[in-house]
Protein backbone atom coordinates (compact mmCIF):
# COMPACT_ATOMS: atom_id res chain seq x y z
CA UNK A 1 0.00 0.00 0.00
CA UNK A 2 0.69 3.66 -0.51
CA UNK A 3 3.02 5.18 2.14
CA UNK A 4 1.39 6.77 4.73
CA UNK A 5 1.71 10.54 4.53
CA UNK A 6 -0.74 12.38 6.14
CA UNK A 7 -2.28 12.42 10.19
CA UNK A 8 -5.13 10.14 9.21
CA UNK A 9 -8.93 11.42 10.42
CA UNK A 10 -6.94 14.53 12.15
CA UNK A 11 -7.84 15.58 15.13
CA UNK A 12 -10.53 18.50 15.03
CA UNK A 13 -8.17 20.68 17.18
CA UNK A 14 -5.01 20.19 14.59
CA UNK A 15 -5.18 21.75 10.76
CA UNK A 16 -2.88 19.72 9.39
CA UNK A 17 -0.34 21.32 6.70
CA UNK A 18 -1.78 19.54 3.81
CA UNK A 19 -4.99 21.03 4.23
CA UNK A 20 -3.94 24.18 4.78
CA UNK A 21 -2.19 24.11 1.56
CA UNK A 22 -5.22 22.69 0.07
CA UNK A 23 -7.05 25.08 1.31
CA UNK A 24 -4.63 28.20 -0.41
CA UNK A 25 -5.09 26.14 -3.33
CA UNK A 26 -9.02 26.56 -3.56
CA UNK A 27 -8.73 30.04 -3.05
CA UNK A 28 -6.13 30.36 -5.64
CA UNK A 29 -8.85 28.52 -7.74
CA UNK A 30 -11.43 30.73 -7.03
CA UNK A 31 -9.63 33.83 -7.36
CA UNK A 32 -9.07 32.66 -10.80
CA UNK A 33 -12.43 32.99 -11.55
CA UNK A 34 -13.39 29.00 -11.15
CA UNK A 35 -16.71 28.84 -9.93
CA UNK A 36 -16.36 26.93 -6.24
CA UNK A 37 -20.16 26.66 -5.76
CA UNK A 38 -21.83 24.00 -3.45
CA UNK A 39 -22.30 20.28 -5.01
CA UNK A 40 -25.27 20.79 -7.63
CA UNK A 41 -26.02 17.07 -7.42
CA UNK A 42 -29.70 16.89 -8.13
CA UNK A 43 -31.18 16.46 -4.78
CA UNK A 44 -34.89 13.80 -5.89
CA UNK A 45 -37.28 13.64 -3.26
CA UNK A 46 -37.82 10.26 -1.78
CA UNK A 47 -40.59 8.45 -0.34
CA UNK A 48 -39.86 6.63 3.10
CA UNK A 49 -41.68 5.15 6.20
CA UNK A 50 -40.85 5.58 9.65
CA UNK A 51 -39.65 2.67 11.27
CA UNK A 52 -39.19 1.95 14.87
CA UNK A 53 -35.25 1.85 14.88
CA UNK A 54 -35.72 5.87 15.59
CA UNK A 55 -34.04 8.02 17.95
CA UNK A 56 -35.60 10.90 19.50
CA UNK A 57 -33.17 13.48 19.95
CA UNK A 58 -32.71 16.78 17.94
CA UNK A 59 -31.75 16.37 14.25
CA UNK A 60 -28.06 17.94 13.18
CA UNK A 61 -29.03 21.01 10.63
CA UNK A 62 -29.16 19.47 6.74
CA UNK A 63 -26.83 22.33 6.48
CA UNK A 64 -24.18 20.86 8.84
CA UNK A 65 -24.78 17.07 8.00
CA UNK A 66 -24.25 18.29 4.40
CA UNK A 67 -21.31 20.72 4.92
CA UNK A 68 -19.13 19.03 7.42
CA UNK A 69 -17.74 16.33 5.76
CA UNK A 70 -15.22 13.51 5.60
CA UNK A 71 -14.82 11.94 2.05
CA UNK A 72 -11.12 11.94 1.31
CA UNK A 73 -11.88 11.01 -2.20
CA UNK A 74 -12.69 14.94 -2.23
CA UNK A 75 -10.19 16.15 -0.41
CA UNK A 76 -9.29 16.64 3.38
CA UNK A 77 -11.00 19.26 4.90
CA UNK A 78 -14.27 19.18 6.48
CA UNK A 79 -16.04 21.54 3.60
CA UNK A 80 -13.83 20.10 0.76
CA UNK A 81 -16.48 17.25 0.13
CA UNK A 82 -19.34 20.17 -0.87
CA UNK A 83 -17.19 22.90 -2.46
CA UNK A 84 -15.41 19.60 -5.01
CA UNK A 85 -17.90 17.41 -5.78
CA UNK A 86 -19.60 18.80 -8.31
CA UNK A 87 -18.51 17.27 -10.64
CA UNK A 88 -19.42 14.05 -9.64
CA UNK A 89 -21.84 11.96 -11.55
CA UNK A 90 -23.90 9.10 -8.88
CA UNK A 91 -26.84 8.50 -11.86
CA UNK A 92 -26.93 5.91 -13.63
CA UNK A 93 -24.63 3.69 -11.06
CA UNK A 94 -24.80 -0.17 -10.21
CA UNK A 95 -23.35 -2.39 -7.80
CA UNK A 96 -21.62 -5.41 -8.55
CA UNK A 97 -22.77 -8.20 -6.00
CA UNK A 98 -20.44 -11.17 -5.76
CA UNK A 99 -18.32 -13.71 -4.22
CA UNK A 100 -20.02 -16.92 -1.88
CA UNK A 101 -23.37 -16.73 -2.96
CA UNK A 102 -25.79 -18.54 -5.04
CA UNK A 103 -27.21 -15.83 -7.18
CA UNK A 104 -24.37 -13.00 -8.00
CA UNK A 105 -26.34 -9.82 -9.29
CA UNK A 106 -25.42 -6.44 -10.88
CA UNK A 107 -27.67 -3.63 -8.97
CA UNK A 108 -29.16 -1.05 -10.41
CA UNK A 109 -29.81 1.83 -7.84
CA UNK A 110 -32.41 3.27 -9.82
CA UNK A 111 -34.23 -0.09 -9.44
CA UNK A 112 -33.37 -0.28 -6.35
CA UNK A 113 -35.33 3.04 -5.19
CA UNK A 114 -38.22 1.29 -6.50
CA UNK A 115 -38.47 -2.71 -5.73
CA UNK A 116 -37.46 -1.89 -1.91
CA UNK A 117 -39.05 -0.16 0.63
CA UNK A 118 -37.20 2.72 1.70
CA UNK A 119 -37.21 3.55 5.57
CA UNK A 120 -36.62 6.92 7.53
CA UNK A 121 -34.55 5.79 10.69
CA UNK A 122 -33.28 8.91 12.71
CA UNK A 123 -29.66 7.65 13.49
CA UNK A 124 -26.49 8.89 16.02
CA UNK A 125 -23.70 8.73 13.99
CA UNK A 126 -20.50 9.22 16.15
CA UNK A 127 -16.87 10.14 14.12
CA UNK A 128 -13.83 8.21 15.58
CA UNK A 129 -12.45 12.47 15.77
CA UNK A 130 -14.96 12.64 18.99
CA UNK A 131 -17.66 14.76 17.17
CA UNK A 132 -21.34 13.77 16.50
CA UNK A 133 -24.52 14.18 14.80
CA UNK A 134 -28.44 12.95 14.78
CA UNK A 135 -29.25 12.44 11.10
CA UNK A 136 -32.18 10.89 9.50
CA UNK A 137 -31.32 8.55 6.60
CA UNK A 138 -33.44 7.15 4.33
CA UNK A 139 -32.13 3.35 2.92
CA UNK A 140 -33.03 -0.13 2.61
CA UNK A 141 -31.87 -2.83 5.22
CA UNK A 142 -28.58 -4.20 3.79
CA UNK A 143 -30.43 -7.47 5.20
CA UNK A 144 -32.81 -7.32 2.76
CA UNK A 145 -30.21 -7.21 -0.13
CA UNK A 146 -28.35 -10.25 1.78
CA UNK A 147 -31.41 -12.29 1.34
CA UNK A 148 -32.18 -11.72 -2.22
CA UNK A 149 -28.21 -13.00 -3.31
CA UNK A 150 -28.62 -16.01 -1.03
CA UNK A 151 -24.49 -16.35 0.66
CA UNK A 152 -23.44 -19.59 1.04
CA UNK A 153 -22.45 -21.02 4.41
CA UNK A 154 -18.95 -20.32 3.78
CA UNK A 155 -19.56 -16.71 3.60
CA UNK A 156 -18.65 -15.12 7.01
CA UNK A 157 -18.19 -11.37 5.94
CA UNK A 158 -19.02 -8.84 3.65
CA UNK A 159 -16.36 -6.46 1.96
CA UNK A 160 -17.20 -3.03 0.27
CA UNK A 161 -16.25 -1.02 -2.08
CA UNK A 162 -15.74 2.38 -3.15
CA UNK A 163 -15.86 4.10 -6.64
CA UNK A 164 -12.32 4.92 -8.24
CA UNK A 165 -12.98 7.58 -10.49
CA UNK A 166 -9.85 10.27 -10.07
CA UNK A 167 -11.84 12.22 -13.64
CA UNK A 168 -14.38 13.40 -10.81
CA UNK A 169 -12.63 12.85 -7.29
CA UNK A 170 -10.33 15.42 -6.71
CA UNK A 171 -8.79 13.30 -3.96
CA UNK A 172 -7.76 10.58 -6.25
CA UNK A 173 -6.15 12.98 -8.31
CA UNK A 174 -2.56 14.30 -8.64
CA UNK A 175 0.41 14.56 -6.92
CA UNK A 176 -0.61 13.86 -3.59
CA UNK A 177 -3.13 11.30 -2.78
CA UNK A 178 -3.94 10.63 1.02
CA UNK A 179 -5.37 6.76 1.13
CA UNK A 180 -4.73 4.24 -1.51
CA UNK A 181 -7.59 3.55 -3.27
CA UNK A 182 -10.46 2.33 -3.50
CA UNK A 183 -11.84 3.14 -0.17
CA UNK A 184 -12.40 -0.62 1.89
CA UNK A 185 -14.88 -1.71 4.61
CA UNK A 186 -16.23 -4.78 5.75
CA UNK A 187 -18.38 -6.39 8.54
CA UNK A 188 -18.85 -9.69 10.29
CA UNK A 189 -22.09 -11.32 8.51
CA UNK A 190 -23.99 -11.30 11.83
CA UNK A 191 -23.40 -7.37 11.59
CA UNK A 192 -24.18 -7.03 7.98
CA UNK A 193 -27.31 -8.72 8.90
CA UNK A 194 -28.14 -6.61 11.51
CA UNK A 195 -31.62 -4.76 11.57
CA UNK A 196 -29.75 -1.50 12.29
CA UNK A 197 -27.32 -1.92 9.61
CA UNK A 198 -28.28 0.14 6.68
CA UNK A 199 -27.66 1.04 2.84
CA UNK A 200 -28.65 5.03 2.83
CA UNK A 201 -30.05 6.09 -0.22
CA UNK A 202 -30.61 9.57 1.19
CA UNK A 203 -31.47 12.27 3.99
CA UNK A 204 -33.86 14.54 5.20
CA UNK A 205 -36.02 12.90 2.91
CA UNK A 206 -34.62 13.55 -0.71
CA UNK A 207 -31.50 11.56 -2.80
CA UNK A 208 -28.05 11.79 -1.05
CA UNK A 209 -25.77 14.70 -1.77
CA UNK A 210 -22.72 13.57 -3.36
CA UNK A 211 -20.61 14.55 -0.41
CA UNK A 212 -22.48 12.31 1.62
CA UNK A 213 -21.75 9.24 -0.32
CA UNK A 214 -24.57 9.48 -3.16
CA UNK A 215 -25.83 7.11 -4.68
CA UNK A 216 -25.76 4.73 -1.71
CA UNK A 217 -23.84 4.21 1.50
CA UNK A 218 -23.42 2.11 4.71
CA UNK A 219 -24.59 3.21 7.62
CA UNK A 220 -23.87 1.25 10.65
CA UNK A 221 -24.81 3.42 13.78
CA UNK A 222 -22.79 1.24 16.56
CA UNK A 223 -19.36 1.58 14.76
CA UNK A 224 -17.03 4.87 14.06
CA UNK A 225 -18.30 7.01 11.21
CA UNK A 226 -15.72 5.50 8.77
CA UNK A 227 -17.08 2.15 8.98
CA UNK A 228 -20.01 3.96 7.37
CA UNK A 229 -18.21 3.57 3.14
CA UNK A 230 -19.58 5.68 0.40
CA UNK A 231 -20.29 5.41 -2.99
CA UNK A 232 -20.62 1.45 -3.32
CA UNK A 233 -19.69 0.02 -6.28
CA UNK A 234 -18.86 -3.53 -4.95
CA UNK A 235 -20.46 -5.99 -1.98
CA UNK A 236 -18.11 -8.71 -1.65
CA UNK A 237 -19.40 -12.19 0.58
CA UNK A 238 -16.11 -13.67 1.42
CA UNK A 239 -14.55 -15.88 4.31
CA UNK A 240 -11.51 -14.35 5.75
CA UNK A 241 -12.20 -11.09 7.68
CA UNK A 242 -11.78 -8.16 4.66
CA UNK A 243 -9.50 -5.63 5.02
CA UNK A 244 -10.68 -1.88 5.62
CA UNK A 245 -8.87 1.68 4.78
CA UNK A 246 -8.09 2.73 8.06
CA UNK A 247 -6.62 -0.07 9.59
CA UNK A 248 -4.53 -0.46 6.89
CA UNK A 249 -3.20 3.07 6.71
CA UNK A 250 -2.34 2.93 10.65
CA UNK A 251 -3.16 -0.36 12.57
CA UNK A 252 -2.17 0.97 15.78
CA UNK A 253 -5.36 3.84 15.56
CA UNK A 254 -8.14 1.98 14.03
CA UNK A 255 -9.22 -1.41 13.98
CA UNK A 256 -11.47 -3.75 12.04
CA UNK A 257 -14.34 -3.31 14.77
CA UNK A 258 -14.52 0.33 15.47
CA UNK A 259 -17.52 -0.07 17.71
CA UNK A 260 -18.27 3.33 19.33
CA UNK A 261 -16.31 2.85 23.24
CA UNK A 262 -16.07 5.22 25.47
CA UNK A 263 -13.34 3.39 27.46
CA UNK A 264 -10.88 2.66 24.82
CA UNK A 265 -9.24 6.11 23.69
CA UNK A 266 -7.86 6.69 20.58
CA UNK A 267 -3.83 6.97 20.89
CA UNK A 268 -3.96 10.80 19.99
CA UNK A 269 -7.15 11.67 22.17
CA UNK A 270 -10.03 10.53 24.67
CA UNK A 271 -13.41 9.06 23.01
CA UNK A 272 -14.84 9.58 26.46
CA UNK A 273 -16.88 12.42 25.36
CA UNK A 274 -17.96 14.01 22.09
CA UNK A 275 -19.40 17.37 20.85
CA UNK A 276 -22.77 17.20 19.06
CA UNK A 277 -21.65 19.35 15.34
CA UNK A 278 -24.68 21.98 15.26
CA UNK A 279 -25.15 22.55 18.61
CA UNK A 280 -23.37 26.04 19.88
CA UNK A 281 -20.23 27.28 18.83
CA UNK A 282 -17.31 25.35 17.80
CA UNK A 283 -15.35 26.55 20.99
CA UNK A 284 -18.54 26.89 23.35
CA UNK A 285 -19.74 23.67 22.70
CA UNK A 286 -20.68 21.36 25.73
CA UNK A 287 -18.84 18.19 25.40
CA UNK A 288 -21.71 15.17 26.41
CA UNK A 289 -20.58 11.70 27.41
CA UNK A 290 -20.27 9.07 24.80
CA UNK A 291 -22.31 5.97 25.05
CA UNK A 292 -21.10 2.57 24.88
CA UNK A 293 -22.00 1.15 21.30
CA UNK A 294 -23.16 5.08 20.22
CA UNK A 295 -26.17 4.03 22.85
CA UNK A 296 -27.01 0.83 20.93
CA UNK A 297 -25.90 -1.46 23.15
CA UNK A 298 -29.46 -2.58 24.01
CA UNK A 299 -29.67 -4.13 20.56
CA UNK A 300 -26.08 -4.89 19.56
CA UNK A 301 -23.79 -5.37 22.56
CA UNK A 302 -24.90 -9.25 22.58
CA UNK A 303 -23.12 -10.04 18.88
CA UNK A 304 -19.49 -9.16 20.73
CA UNK A 305 -20.47 -11.34 24.01
CA UNK A 306 -17.19 -12.57 25.04
CA UNK A 307 -14.83 -10.42 23.30
CA UNK A 308 -11.54 -7.92 24.56
CA UNK A 309 -12.96 -5.17 23.14
CA UNK A 310 -10.03 -3.23 24.12
CA UNK A 311 -8.14 -5.84 22.21
CA UNK A 312 -10.65 -6.11 19.53
CA UNK A 313 -11.18 -1.89 18.75
N1 LIG B 1 -16.15 6.67 2.64
C1 LIG B 1 -15.23 6.95 1.70
N2 LIG B 1 -15.31 6.33 0.52
N3 LIG B 1 -14.24 7.86 1.89
C2 LIG B 1 -14.09 8.51 3.09
O1 LIG B 1 -13.16 9.32 3.24
N4 LIG B 1 -14.95 8.80 5.38
C3 LIG B 1 -15.59 8.08 6.50
C4 LIG B 1 -16.99 7.62 6.13
N5 LIG B 1 -17.02 7.03 4.80
C5 LIG B 1 -15.03 8.22 4.13
C6 LIG B 1 -16.07 7.30 3.85
C7 LIG B 1 -15.63 8.85 7.72
S1 LIG B 1 -14.15 9.06 8.56
C8 LIG B 1 -16.80 9.33 8.25
S2 LIG B 1 -16.86 10.05 9.80
C9 LIG B 1 -18.05 9.29 7.48
O2 LIG B 1 -17.87 8.72 6.19
C10 LIG B 1 -18.61 10.69 7.33
O3 LIG B 1 -19.87 10.68 6.72
P1 LIG B 1 -20.61 12.08 6.45
O4 LIG B 1 -19.63 12.96 5.71
O5 LIG B 1 -21.81 11.75 5.64
O6 LIG B 1 -20.93 12.65 7.80
Not at 33 to 54: E, I
Not at 76 to 91: E, R, Y
Not at 242 to 264: D, R
Request: overall charge neutral; hydrophobic content about 40%.
Amino acid sequence: MAAYRVPPIPGSEITPKSVYLRRRELMGLAAGGLALTASPSLAAPLTSKPSAYTVDEKLTPKDSVTSYNNFYEFGLDKDSPKALSGDFKPLPWTIKVDGLVSKPQTLDVEAMLKDYTIEERVYRMRCVEAWSMVIPWNGIPLAAVIDKVEPLGSAKYVAFETVVRPEEMPGQNGYFQSLEWPYIEGLRMDEARHPLTLLAVGLYGETLPNQNGAPIRLVVPWKYGFKGIKSIVRISFVEEQPKNTWALTAPSEYGFYANVNPEVDHPRWSQASERRIGEGGFFSEARRPTLPFNGYADQVASLYAGMDLKVNF
